[in-house]
């Protein structure tokens, strides 16, 4: 693993931005920035490099479903790795 990698955590509840950068730094991951949501999200993206994004599914503003499709629709970002995270718990919600 790059220790070094740049990684992006998108919440609107910085209680679980805090529990995903905690977890990243117990790996070692210590070069982590946060969004409240995927509107703030894109900005940080269009301005910084990133390596990796985590988001949460269910934000306000621009969900992590949206913010998804936005960076698959961006050339310059399509390629991005995302993993979309959610605390749902019904299966329909999920799939």
Known sequence: MNKDMRIL??????SMRRIVRRSLEELGLRNIEEAEDG???FGLLRTLPFDF??????????DGIEL????????TLAALPVLLVTAE????QIL
């Open 53 to 62: 994004v985590i988001t949460d599914r269910h934000m306000p503003h621009m």
């Open 9 to 14: 955590v998108v919440d609107d509840h910085g």
């Open 39 to 41: 509107a703030q999200a």
């Open 68 to 75: 998804l499709r936005t960076i698959r629709a961006d050339p």
């Open 89 to 92: 718990q019904k299966r329909e």
